[in-house]
């Protein structure tokens, strides 16, 4: 089945620590991005990429990394510098450009302790 | 820059009744206009977009939307809303050319619960 995977569903961390989540697509397209869901607040860009090994900053890139080695993968960071790092966080991906639909991964639920 | 208003957090309704979730858009570019649905700890499922042609798009689930250009507003309607259609619905909204090109700006989200 072609989908968008994310892992860890849930992820606990203590406060300080750097953590990685994982976002992989087997639909080859060319377009990936992360989102960070908070309630009330609707989904705001963290980052995104148009292509391997490019990448722009979102809206609210501080504190967030990313690295776009392979097509099918984008994990991203989020650094001890991001001050309220307890999100939802939302992965999406879509063939390219405006016009396309973004198909979304199922999510991972950051607490940091 | 671009921008998304849902204009009602969050819309009970009775099931079989209609609904409507009302979104308004600003924009210095033409827009290209999607809703989407998440059910709880779910991601973001597509159910319709507005590109070009008519302004009555029409999506899955039965619903449909209107894109009212002079207005600047994209409403999404269901005539007579289940159960299962509660869940939180985002208007979101992607520029046509210039910087806005391929990133989408999402509203804030209305939460639609349906009351047997």
């Known amino acids: 089945d072609g989908g968008i995977t994310q892992s860890p569903k849930y992820l606990f961390r203590k406060e300080g620590q750097n953590v990685t989540l994982s976002c992989e697509q087997n639909?080859?397209?060319?377009?990936m991005y992360w989102y960070r869901q908070d309630p009330g607040q609707g989904l705001r860009l963290i980052y995104y990429?148009?292509?391997?090994?490019?990448?722009q900053k979102g809206d609210i890139a501080e504190g967030y990394s990313v690295s776009r080695e392979k097509k099918e993968s984008f994990p991203l960071t989020v650094t001890s510098a991001q001050k309220n790092p307890t999100a939802f966080y939302l992965c999406?991906?879509?063939?390219?450009?405006?016009?396309?639909?973004?198909?979304f991964g199922p999510g991972t639920r950051l607490t940091v302790l | 820059a671009q921008s998304v208003t849902q204009l009602d957090s969050q819309v009970p309704v009775f099931e079989e009744a209609p609904v409507e979730l009302r979104c308004n858009y600003s924009s210095s570019v033409s827009v290209y206009l999607f809703w989407y649905v998440q059910y709880p700890n779910q991601g973001l499922q597509l159910l319709l977009k507005?590109?070009?042609?008519?302004?009555l798009v029409k999506g899955i689930n039965g619903f449909e939307a209107e894109f009212n250009k002079s207005q600047t507003s994209f409403h999404l309607r269901k005539p007579s809303v289940h159960i299962s259609d509660t869940a939180e619905y985002f208007c979101a909204v992607s520029g046509a050319g210039g910087t806005s090109y391929g990133k989408l700006t999402f509203g804030q989200g209305t939460i639609l619960t349906v009351h047997p």
């Open positions: 507005y590109l070009s042609g008519s302004t």
């Open positions: 999406a991906s879509s063939p390219t450009g405006s016009t396309d639909t973004q198909y």
């Open positions: 639909l080859n397209h060319d377009a």
């Open positions: 990429s148009q292509i391997v090994n490019d990448f």
